[in-house]
Structures are given as structure tokens and as C-alpha cells.
């Protein structure tokens, strides 16, 4: 082992990564700058980034087209408060946000990350029953291994096992859990699947406020894809029992799965939909909850008389102006063929992990690939193993997995494929 940098021990002296330990931090590389998809670290070397920075820079890194948004921006304003001010960018933002969701998502709320989107959906849906007069519906029913974020109401709904919250049990809310979806992506549902959910609903819709699940992709509770016949039927339920269903595509929006939105695979519309991640093309936070028309009016005509929610960020001009940048260079780049390209590589460059000994499950979406192995793998481990081979990817448990960026190259596809199979065959 080198000596760590000077800032690499800076940093550990003064500063939290996400979840790390002050004790005993994990490896840590310092990056000089970024261009394309490439990562440049301090010490000279290169690394493809696999993860897109945790599912965010889809069109990479330094894109000129994202700078001049930003600088032009910046040349105006970079923030104005959002109570009783407006400005072009959020109201262009809007705009953009309901017509290229799915039909039906006519309201937008601001905010600044994707675990306060979530925060937000769960409060409009709460708002929304009060509103009505409805008492009683206050918990929220959602489906084990999600991932909704860190925050309080968020953590309350991520699985309660494995979504790395269970520590915080006797504070959170308690909730109502279904089983995770079992039908994979491109079945027809298997009988008795949304069984367990259909009880629920049955038993308990009127406590229950909303659904909450990740459309087809359960991201950071798994990385499983399940059929869109369920969330076809989860749709159906939701309506049956006057329930509100919450889409959270904070990981899933703007391409990565081969569908603009996720939901367009099951050809429904949410009541509400959380955005993030992505939306900015990974420049800076920002993050968007959509609703329906019966929902925003439905809180607005209530005892309030207003959403109870108001960001000091909202609607922050500097993101919204990259956010517009970033949407408009996604849908005239052929985004679609991209992201197909990159699924046909990544299934090509995994495929010889089919039946390795070490591995349970390979599986691709869009742009998303997945190694599931037998055992997990050790972070300290593999990651340094990784970055020899000149690829940045964050396994965690038994995922060894990746989202490139959407301009990856078909060479830079092959590199982290081939990464992933020689150290899986290294650690196996
Ligand atoms: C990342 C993520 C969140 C939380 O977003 P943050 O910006 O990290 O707060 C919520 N839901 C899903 C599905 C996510 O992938």
C-alpha cells in the first residue's frame, strides 16, 4: 500500500462518505477532474466510471453543452427564494416535466433531493386524505427490498432487513410490507404473486394512504427487475381500494431502463412520481415530485388551504437551468438507441458469468447490468481490484453491478464487462 495523499488524510480526518465509519473508513480515491466517462484520479490514473456517479451522469462528465446552461445561468442568477418568486428555468422545467411523464402527472413540486421527493410524495398523499376528510388513512403499504431514500418517512418504507435502516426500527412508522415482486421483467405475471398485496389492501385500505414502489426496477434494495404485469395490477389495486400510488423513479427516470419513465413499461400513470438522480444530468441536486390534478386540488381545497411543504432551495434556478439543458441534450441524442446498444453489450459482456461458480444471477436491463453473487463481496476488497483494471464500480453485498452513462463507448462497455469477469473470477 502507498502512503495516503495529504487530502486523503485530510478527509478522513474531517469528513463523512455515505455510509462510513469514522474508525475504520473504507479505500478512498481522490478524483483531479472528470471528462466524458472517464474519472481522472489525483494519482494519475484513469478509471471508466460504471456507476454514472450512482445513476446520475448520464450524458458524463464536463459536457459542454451542460456548462454553457450552467454558466449562462450563472451569469443571471444562481438562486432567487421561490415564495412569491418565479423564474423561466423552473417554469420551462414544469412544463418539460408534465409533458414528457406519462399523461395524467399535471403538477410539479420542486425540491432538493430525491429522499425529500419522497419525503414530499408521502406528505401530499397524507394532505391529500386529510383534505377529504378521510381520517384514518395514515400508514403507507409498500413491497420488501425497496430503496426510497435516508431520510425519516423515506427510511420507513425501505425494506426493513436488508434496506439498511433496520437499526432505526423503533422510530420509524411502522408500515405495511407485501412481499418484493417474484415475477421477473418480461413475464407474465405468475399466479398468486400480487396475492399478498391484494390482502393488504383489503385488510387495511383504510389506514392505508398510498403505494410506494419503484416502477420495474428495485434499485439500491437489490437491483431486481420485475414484471411490468405487476405494477400493471399494483395500478389496478390501488384504484380498487382508493389508494394513492406513488411511483418513486428517482433511479429509474430519464432512460435508464429503456423506457423514458419506467411506468411506460406497464403503460400507467401514477398518482404521484418522485424524479431525481438524473434529472440534472448529474451536475447538482435536484429532484421533482409530480402529482395529479385530483391530488393537487384535492390539497389545496382542504382546511389548509395549501401544500405544507416549501424548500429554501425550491426551485433552484441554477439546477432547473441544467435540469432543461440536460433534458433537451437527452431527447435529441437518440437516447433510446444508446441505451439499447449499451443492453446488447452488457449482455454480451457478462454473458460468460452465466454458471461461473461464483455467481447466482446475471441479469441486464436498458442500461443496467447485474452480477448477483453467491457470496458478498468484500468492498476493500474488490474495489482496488476494480481500479487496477481501470473501472469505477461500488459493489455492495452480493451485487457487483453497473449504470454507465449513456455516451459510454462501445470499447468503454467492454472494459467494465471485462473488469467484472476477471475479478469475479479472482474472488470466486
Ligand atoms: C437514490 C434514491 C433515492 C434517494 O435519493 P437521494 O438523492 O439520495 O436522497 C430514493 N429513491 C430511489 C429509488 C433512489 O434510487
Not at 145 to 154: E, M, P, S, V
Not at 247 to 275: H, N, Q, S, V, Y
Request: net charge negative.
Amino acid at each position: 500500500m502507498t502512503m495516503p495523499s495529504a487530502t486523503i488524510s485530510k478527509d478522513q480526518q474531517y469528513l463523512w462518505h455515505p455510509y462510513s465509519s469514522m474508525i475504520d473508513p473504507p479505500p478512498l480515491f481522490e478524483v483531479s477532474h472528470a471528462e466524458g466517462c472517464r474519472l481522472h484520479l489525483a494519482d494519475g490514473r484513469t478509471v471508466i466510471d460504471g456507476m454514472s456517479s450512482w445513476w446520475c451522469t448520464v450524458h458524463g462528465y464536463n459536457h459542454p453543452v451542460l456548462n454553457t446552461a450552467v454558466t449562462e445561468q450563472l451569469g443571471k442568477m444562481s438562486h432567487v427564494m421561490f415564495g412569491g418568486l418565479t423564474h423561466a428555468p423552473a417554469v420551462a422545467l414544469g412544463e418539460k416535466l408534465v409533458a414528457l411523464t406519462p399523461a395524467g402527472l399535471d403538477k410539479v413540486f420542486l425540491c432538493d433531493s430525491g429522499s425529500i421527493s419522497v419525503e414530499v410524495a408521502i406528505k401530499m398523499a397524507l394532505q391529500f386524505w386529510l383534505s377529504q376528510g378521510v381520517r384514518g388513512k395514515s400508514r403507507l403499504l409498500t413491497v420488501r427490498n425497496g430503496y426510497h431514500g435516508d431520510t425519516f418517512a423515506a427510511m420507513s418504507v425501505c425494506d426493513p432487513v436488508n434496506g439498511m435502516h433496520h437499526l432505526f426500527a423503533d422510530v420509524l412508522q411502522k408500515q405495511l410490507f407485501a412481499p418484493a415482486p417474484a415475477t421477473p421483467f418480461g413475464e407474465p405475471l405468475s399466479a398468486g404473486d400480487c396475492d399478498e398485496l391484494e390482502q393488504l389492501l383489503a385488510g387495511h385500505h383504510g389506514e392505508i394512504a398510498a403505494l410506494i414502489i419503484e416502477p420495474i426496477v428495485q434499485g439500491a434494495g437489490g437491483m431486481r427487475f420485475y414484471s411490468a404485469d405487476y405494477l400493471r395490477r399494483a395500478r389496478e389495486l390501488c384504484s380498487e381500494y382508493n389508494v394513492l400510488l406513488i411511483a418513486d423513479e428517482i433511479a429509474t427516470g430519464f432512460g435508464r431502463t429503456g423506457k423514458l419513465f419506467a411506468c411506460e413499461w406497464a403503460g400507467i400513470t401514477p398518482d404521484i412520481m418522485c424524479l431525481g438522480k438524473a434529472l440534472t444530468g448529474g451536475y447538482m441536486t435536484m429532484a421533482a415530485t409530480l402529482c395529479s390534478e385530483r391530488v393537487a386540488l384535492g390539497i389545496s381545497a382542504g382546511e389548509a388551504g395549501c401544500f405544507m411543504h416549501g424548500p429554501t432551495f425550491m426551485g433552484n434556478p441554477l439546477a432547473a437551468a441544467t435540469a432543461n439543458a440536460s433534458i433537451d441534450l437527452l431527447l435529441s441524442d437518440d437516447w433510446a438507441a444508446k441505451v439499447a446498444r449499451i443492453e446488447a453489450e452488457l449482455r454480451v459482456g457478462l454473458a460468460p458469468l452465466h454458471g461461473h461458480r461464483g455467481v447466482a444471477d446475471v441479469r441486464c436491463l436498458g442500461a443496467i447490468g447485474v452480477v448477483e453473487l453467491q457470496q458478498p463481496a468484500l468492498l476493500t476488497e474488490i474495489q482496488p481490484l476494480l481500479v487496477e483494471r481501470g473501472v469505477w464500480l461500488r459493489p455492495f453485498g452480493k451485487l457487483l453491478y453497473t449504470m454507465p452513462p449513456f455516451v459510454a463507448s462501445s470499447a468503454e462497455i467492454a472494459a467494465i464487462t471485462a473488469a467484472i469477469c476477471e475479478v469475479v473470477e479472482i474472488i470466486s
